[in-house]
């Protein structure tokens, strides 16, 4: 098979290294890394099974490559590449440019044991994470605004310079926390408002993530069990444990990913926050933090051991509050087995 890579986490899951200005040429049997000087003494040390070109004008040190090979097809993800990128190589070439959309991703959804390993770790580090984020917020949070709340999250999710975050952490206060992705705002955190908290990091390059909503009193954690003093916000947030629960419980290998996002849309729709659940259930995690498979209404996609997705549903009162869970599972055995 020959493909062409672009994207930096797609051509790492092929050759153990990346970085930010890459391509990488499948022909066959042999593969080239193509990269600038400046990425030239780490290619070297790390790429593996394949060959290292350096080169000031990737497209066309690739193209040289693909002429001398004489291959006639080659497939690409439409999805990594610019259209300058593209066009350079195109206009240039008469190779015949198979798009296949998500080539890599749909090589990468069924994770190997060693990724799985690599997963766990991540996700546990996420969580331990989570536990010396509650204790900053504690001692330091009350009286901060979302922004520099923020600010300690990245501090913190990263060990001040340890790991990359998967994303930029979300923190929002009461109705702020009614945007699923909510940005900051100057809106500081008082006793027992509503926080919500999601945030990753990232080990060996592979993401974690997690959601917790809490009431934000003297001794919080952001641990699943809540009680909330508001009646309303204590009723949405036992429907949504409810859900993340009943589809962690209830995940099958072999299902169809739309049957998961049922077990949580069900039982939000049945409390009465249908229209308020406006997300679909999960998505793949891995190099990616979004990946397949996408657990939403639409996914035909057949969930099989060695898969890694989240769980979280969500409810999202508009200008009241938000609450969302979230879990990272894998599925071992025929079970979801949260990371
Ligand atoms: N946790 C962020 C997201 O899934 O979009
Ligand atoms: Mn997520």
């Not at 002429?67 to 993800?77: G, N, P």
């Not at 997690?210 to 699943?224: G, I, L």
Request: aromatic share 12%.
């Amino acid at each position: 098979m020959n493909y062409m890579l672009k994207n930096e986490n797609a051509i790492y899951y092929e050759c153990a290294y990346s970085c930010d200005n890459a391509l990488y040429l499948r022909l066959g049997s042999e593969a080239f890394f193509i990269t600038d000087g400046r990425y030239m003494i780490d290619a070297k040390t790390y790429v593996k099974n394949a060959n290292v070109v350096i080169a000031t004008d990737l497209y066309a040190q690739a193209l040289k490559i693909l002429k001398k090979t004489k291959i006639k097809k080659i497939i690409f993800d439409p999805k990594e590449w610019s259209v300058f990128g593209f066009e350079r190589m195109r206009q240039k070439s008469k190779i015949d440019f198979i798009p296949q959309v998500d080539f890599s991703h749909k090589k990468r959804i069924i994770k190997s044991d060693e990724e799985l390993k690599i997963m766990a770790k991540a996700a546990k580090l996420g969580a331990k994470a989570f536990k010396h984020l509650a204790k900053e917020f504690r001692k330091h949070g009350f009286g901060k605004d979302e922004y520099t709340l923020t600010h300690f999250a990245k501090g913190v999710l990263g060990d001040f310079g340890k790991y990359d975050l998967s994303f930029d952490p979300i923190v929002a206060i009461n109705k702020n926390a009614a945007k699923p992705h909510a940005m900051p705002t100057v809106t500081t955190l008082k006793k027992n408002d509503l926080l919500l908290v999601d945030a990753g990091l990232k080990y060996k390059r592979y993401c974690s993530d997690r959601t917790r909503t809490v009431q934000a009193d003297k001794h919080f954690m952001f641990s699943t069990h809540q009680k909330f003093k508001h009646k309303n916000i204590q009723k949405a947030y036992d429907t949504v444990l409810k859900a993340h629960d009943n589809a962690i419980s209830k995940a099958r290998s072999g299902m169809k990913a739309k049957k998961i996002d049922a077990f949580t849309r069900d039982i939000i729709s049945k409390a009465g926050f249908e229209k308020y659940y406006v997300h679909s259930t999960g998505h793949g995690v891995g190099l990616d933090i979004h990946e397949m498979p996408y657990i939403s209404t639409k996914s035909n996609t057949v969930i099989e051991d060695g898969m890694v997705f989240t769980i979280e549903p969500g409810i999202y009162l508009p200008d009241t509050f938000g609450i969302r869970i979230e879990d990272m599972v894998a599925m071992v055995d025929g079970k979801a087995k949260i990371l």
